[in-house]
C-alpha cells in the first residue's frame, strides 16, 4: 500500500497537491524557481541534499570514501580494494581533496610517501553512511544478510542506528516533520550534468566489499533519481510537476521513474483515464528513505551552506526546530565513526583483509 499523503508539510501555505486548481506558491523559494523559468534559465531550489548527493551519487566517489572509512589511506590501498583503474582513482582522489573530504599529507618533499586522509567534514559523512546502510539492511538484505553488525563502544550494545530528533532523540519519520524556508533558501540554476547515462554506475556500486550502503546507493540510484525522489518528498506527484520543479528533460525524466518504479520505491497509480494519466506515489521503502536523505540535507547544511540552512525542520512530535542526527537504538546518544565497532558477516580476507578498529558502514 503506497501511502500517499506528501511529507514535507509546510505550515503557512497550502498544500498544492491537494488543491490542484489553486496555484499557490509554496513558498519564496517555490517563487523564485518560477521567477527564474521565466527567464528562461532553468532553476531549482537551493537544496542541501543535491550538494551532498552530487558528491555521493558517483559510485566511484562513493567507493573510495567508504574504502577511507574502512582504513585505507594509500593510493595503492585504495586501488587493489576497489580494482578501480590508475587514472579512474587519481580524477576522484583530486575531486575529493577539491573538495575537501580528504587532506592530501605528503611526509616530504623527498619521498613519494602521500596519504589522503578524511577531513572533518569527511568524517561527517559517517552518520549519513549510516543512514544509508540502515536502509540497505532493512530492505536489501533478504537474499545475502546483513554484512556488518555493530556495536557502539559507548554503550558496548548490539546497535540498530536510527535518524532522530536533536531535541527529543526520538525517531523522526517522514509524516511527522514540517518545513519553512530557512535563511539560505533560494534558487539556483541547474547544473548541467555531465552525464546523463546512468546505466554502467548500477553495477559499479557493486564493487569490493559487501554492503548495505552500496544496495541502497544502487537501488536510488544516480543523482536524477536522488532529485526525483527528494520532489517527491515535497509532494511532487506528477510527471509535469517533477519535470517543471526540476527542469529535467522529459526522456531522462521518464526512464528514471521507471527505474524507480522497478525498483520498488515509487507505485504508479491512474488518476485519470482517457487519455489515461499517473502519477508516482512513494512505497513504504521509498518513504524510509526520509532518514537517508534529511541526513545528506543536515551534512549539506553544515558544509556547505555557509551555515545558511535552505531549509528549516521541525519535528511535529515535540514541537521543536531540529538538526537531524544517527542515533543509538540502544542508549539513543548521537553515533560517530570513532565510537562504533563492527563484526563482519563475510570473510574479509577476500576485500584486502583490511580489518580496521573504526567501524565502517558496511
Ligand atoms: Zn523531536
Ligand atoms: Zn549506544
Redesign the pocket.
Known sequence: MPISIPIFRQETVLNPVQSPKRRVPRSKSAAAVQAGKAQGAPRERKCSVARTVTILSDAWTFLVIREAFFGAHRFEEFRTMLEIPRATLTDRLQRLVAEEIFRRIEYSETSSWVEYRLTRSGMDLYPTFMALMQFGDNWLSEKHGVPLQLI?T??E?V?KPYVGCSHCREKVVARRVSYRDGPGSGSVVVEPMKRSRRSSDDNQFNRGRPSSVSRALQVIGDRWSFLVIREAFFGARRFDKLQSELGIAPNILSDRLTRLVDRGIFMKRMYQSGPDRFEYLLTPMGFDLYGPLIMMMAWGDKWRSNGKAPLVLTHLDCGHDFTPMVL?S??R?PIAAHSMQYRMRYNPDRFGGKKSSRALPG
Open positions: 557502539h559507548q554503550c550494545q546497535t543509538c540502544e542508549c546518544e
